[in-house]
């Protein structure tokens, strides 16, 4: 696209340059004329490039958005539990589907919650790990975007007390 770009550029100097050396003063008003002609089309096939690429940085856009945030994977031992965290960050009621997942690619625990606008919900909490695992938690935001919220798992040492807390992406 660049390329058509420059080459259009370069072809109106050519003919610039060839019009002025090769009439003279005797041809000037019908080479304006002629040179009117050629920089209006250049200027829609300019116009045309830039409209196209426009076009495709559109398409890029779109794409990325989706409804899904993953934390990454955390290991956690006994006594400590997990929680999956959630902040409604829109200006309406938004649900968002929360698991909890160990390494396996097993739920260990899910939730389908309403989050109001503003709130932050414990969306989905450990259950018993064993010797320990690897966790993550993965939102969806159901009938929304991944930008209407913000998430976390937060690793917690005690009911009251955060030790790790990882943003979701």
Same mark, same amino acid.
């Given at each position: 696209?660049?390329?058509?770009?420059?080459?259009?550029?370069?072809?109106?100097?050519?003919?610039?340059?060839?019009?002025?050396?090769?009439?003279?003063?005797?041809?000037?008003?019908?080479?304006? %004329?002629?040179?009117? *002609? #050629?920089?209006?089309?250049?200027? =829609? !096939?300019?116009?045309?490039?830039?409209?196209?690429?426009? &076009?495709?940085?559109?398409?890029?856009?779109?794409?990325?958005?989706?409804?899904?945030?993953?934390?990454?994977?955390?290991?956690?031992?006994?006594?400590d539990?997990?929680?999956?965290?959630?902040?409604?960050?829109?200006?309406?009621?938004?649900?968002?589907?929360?698991?909890?997942?160990?390494?396996?690619?097993?739920?260990?625990?899910?939730?389908?919650?309403?989050? %109001?606008?503003?709130? *932050? #919900?414990?969306?989905?909490l450990? =259950? !018993?790990?064993?010797?320990?695992?690897?966790?993550?938690? &993965?939102?969806?935001?159901?009938?929304?975007?991944?930008?209407?919220?913000?998430?976390?798992?937060?690793?917690?040492?005690?009911?009251?007390?955060?030790r790790?807390?990882?943003?979701?992406?």
């Amino acid at each position: 696209m660049l390329k058509r770009l420059l080459v259009t550029v370069l072809v109106l100097l050519s003919v610039v340059t060839t019009v002025a050396v090769t009439r003279g003063a005797a041809g000037v008003p019908q080479d304006l %004329q002629a040179l009117t *002609a #050629v920089v209006e089309n250049g200027f =829609a !096939a300019i116009q045309r490039a830039l409209s196209d690429i426009q &076009n495709s940085l559109n398409s890029l856009g779109t794409a990325g958005q989706s409804n899904v945030r993953f934390t990454p994977p955390v290991f956690i031992l006994p006594p400590d539990s997990a929680v999956c965290f959630v902040v409604n960050v829109s200006t309406v009621n938004r649900s968002v589907h929360t698991q909890l997942v160990d390494r396996f690619g097993s739920t260990l625990n899910e939730s389908t919650l309403t989050v %109001q606008p503003g709130a *932050a #919900v414990n969306a989905a909490l450990s =259950a !018993a790990v064993g010797a320990g695992d690897f966790v993550h938690c &993965n939102f969806t935001v159901v009938g929304g975007s991944r930008t209407d919220i913000r998430a976390a798992l937060n690793i917690h040492d005690t009911p009251t007390s955060d030790r790790l807390s990882v943003p979701a992406e």
